[in-house]
């Protein structure tokens, strides 16, 4: 049970890092590594609780690969949105983009 209480802390402690990120820096590729580390800490807490039940549970493997496969295609999106905008030459800083242009 102790366990439970350290890997909740480290979902939270990485939740408050990534947020702390995503608010102090405006950079495209900072917001996006914050969403990520919020993924991973909900991962981590997913986990810890599966783990915690002590019963044998298959829903959990299939929450997980769910969740992998979310992580994967925002990976996608995030690599997809970075190589436009370095080929449209838009400036990464979040907060002097007004528009997207198509």
Known sequence: MLELYYLTGLAFALVGIAMAGMTSNRHFIAMMLGIESI???????????????????????????????????????????????????????VSKLTRMKW
Not at 54 to 71: D, E
């Open 39 to 93: 993924f991973a800490a909900s991962t981590v807490l997913l986990i810890s609780f599966f783990d915690a039940s002590k019963t044998a549970n298959p829903q959990a493997f299939i929450m997980l690969i769910a969740i992998w496969a979310v992580a994967a295609a925002e990976i996608m999106v995030m690599i997809v949105l970075y190589v436009y905008m370095k080929s449209e030459g838009i400036n990464f800083d």
